[in-house]
């Protein structure tokens, strides 16, 4: 069975950093994309980041690029997303979700997707 969890999320206060991380079970991650996307109340999903193994692909929202940095832990089989200089608008659920091989815009064209991970940057 394929399980996609992610953990690491918590309430912190503007400037603070928190690093989320998205294991998943009975998928070779060497094979598959893993984007990050996050959903705050009232809004569409919003891709933070995304990296594939299959061409090398790693990029990230304009709102988040130079704070996040999204990496693999090829022993753990796992996906991180570190997160500095973390602002009140950052506040959001955070899913993690597995597409075969590519990269892609929408949650909806991810195979597997977790129940998320909250984060609340607030003073």
């Known amino acids: 069975q394929i399980q996609v969890v992610e953990s690491g999320g918590g309430t912190v206060q503007p400037g603070e950093s928190l690093t989320l991380a998205c294991v998943v079970s009975?998928?070779?991650?060497?094979?598959?994309?893993i984007g990050w996307f996050r959903q705050a109340p009232g809004k569409e999903y919003e891709r933070v980041s995304c990296?594939?193994?299959?061409?090398?692909?790693?990029d990230y929202a304009d709102s988040v690029k130079g704070r996040f940095t999204i990496s693999r832990d090829a022993s753990k089989n796992s996906v991180l997303l570190q997160m500095d200089s973390l602002k009140p608008e950052d506040t959001a659920v955070y899913y993690c979700?597995?597409?075969?091989?590519?990269?892609?815009?929408?949650?909806?064209?991810?195979?597997?997707r977790g129940q998320g991970t909250r984060v609340t940057v607030s003073s």
């Open positions: 979700a597995a597409r075969f091989r590519l990269c892609k815009a929408t949650i909806y064209e991810y195979d597997y």
């Open positions: 009975n998928l070779n991650l060497g094979y598959w994309a």
């Open positions: 990296i594939s193994p299959a061409d090398g692909t790693i």
